[in-house]
């Protein structure tokens, strides 16, 4: 799936009239009222309509949910909007965009948002739209490169063992090359002890498949 056609797919789906779980919907992140979001009204079955319609397998659509880390990094920005006003940042593994809209809400010069999954660029470009902030967008995979943004910003990257082993040393190149990173984590289990400054701790009201609690408590951390 290339970018055009997924951006293509997805603004058919939210032009598209009706209503029920496989359907997107513009909502209010729930943690973070600033910012409104095409959303899935429940992501597993709108993947499974799609993957349907398309007759192969489709990544994951975790753009199509807003997860407890994106939350409390986008909600520590808006509060803190120093941290991003006039400053170069990257949204690494971005999702649905949400951590770029509050940079660029913040006043950031310029935000990129980075994420592998093309539905997932699509989305970022559909979401930042809809809240009338420019957001750049990159779907590579940037994370045995080196990168030179002011503030590097990443919402619940660290759900997967595998995911976190690549991406940490890539964390803290960015913070030894002088940039400020902040990490938003649900403790999904894959922090590393030690080298992780605590800055925010929020309850942050979730929908995320496949979790029971309706709240989860959230830390935002600087690695350095
Ligand atoms: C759990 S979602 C979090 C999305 C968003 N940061 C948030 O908090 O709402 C994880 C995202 O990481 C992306 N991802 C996985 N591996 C990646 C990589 N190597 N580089 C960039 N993004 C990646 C996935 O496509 C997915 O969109």
Request: aromatic fraction near 6%; proline fraction near 7%.
């Amino acid at each position: 799936m290339r970018g055009p056609t997924a951006l293509a797919e997805l603004e058919r789906e939210i032009a598209a009239s009706g209503t029920g779980l496989d359907r997107l919907r513009l909502m209010e992140t729930p943690f973070v009222p600033e910012v409104r979001l095409h959303l899935a009204e429940d992501a597993i079955v709108w993947w499974a309509r799609m993957e349907a319609a398309a007759g192969r397998a489709l990544p994951p659509p975790y753009w199509a949910s807003v997860w407890a880390g994106g939350q409390a990094v986008a909600r520590y920005l808006l509060d803190h909007p120093e941290l991003a006003a006039g400053r170069r940042v990257l949204d690494l593994a971005a999702g649905s965009g949400l951590v770029a809209i509050a940079a660029a809400l913040a006043g950031a010069e310029r935000v990129v948002a980075n994420d592998i999954d093309p539905y997932a660029i699509a989305a970022v470009t559909v979401n930042a739209r809809a809240n009338r902030v420019a957001v750049a967008v990159s779907g590579e995979d940037l994370l045995d490169s080196e990168v030179g943004v002011d503030l590097l910003v990443a919402g619940d990257v660290l759900y997967d063992a595998a995911l976190a082993e690549r991406v940490l040393p890539f964390l803290r190149r960015a913070a030894a090359g002088g940039a400020q990173v902040l990490v938003g984590d649900p403790d999904r289990g894959h922090l590393p002890a030690g080298r992780l400054e605590l800055v925010a701790d929020y309850p942050v009201p979730t929908t995320e498949p496949a979790v029971d609690s309706p709240v989860r408590r959230v830390q935002v951390l600087r690695p350095w």
